[in-house]
């Protein structure tokens, strides 16, 4: 595992870094996910509803979830196109 921060500490620009979270069933997973803010979600075309603001990552190929981070790392310079 690289060496992590807080979530606290992470980028809320909308660049995607790697992150650190704890599913339900008590899994830990990594992801690679973006911070989406109210601005940014209306830029995008959305209502920037709150209950959508928050970190986001796909789960797989076609899904994406709003999840609970607890650290993050910068992504490897070969990850930033994903």
């Given at each position: 595992?690289?060496?992590?921060s807080p979530?606290?500490?992470?980028?809320k620009?909308?660049?995607?870094?790697r992150?650190?979270?704890?599913?339900?069933?008590g899994?830990?997973n990594?992801?690679?996910?973006q911070?989406?803010?109210?601005?940014?979600l209306?830029a995008?075309g959305?209502e920037?509803?709150?209950?959508?603001?928050?970190?986001w990552?796909?789960?797989?190929?076609?899904?994406?979830?709003?999840?609970?981070?607890?650290?993050?790392a910068?992504?490897?310079?070969?990850?930033?196109d994903?």
């Amino acid at each position: 595992m690289p060496n992590t921060s807080p979530i606290a500490t992470a980028p809320k620009n909308g660049s995607k870094v790697r992150v650190f979270w704890t599913d339900a069933d008590g899994q830990e997973n990594e992801s690679i996910a973006q911070y989406r803010s109210a601005d940014m979600l209306k830029a995008l075309g959305g209502e920037g509803d709150a209950n959508d603001v928050g970190w986001w990552a796909y789960v797989d190929s076609s899904t994406q979830k709003k999840i609970q981070p607890h650290s993050w790392a910068p992504l490897a310079s070969d990850e930033e196109d994903e």
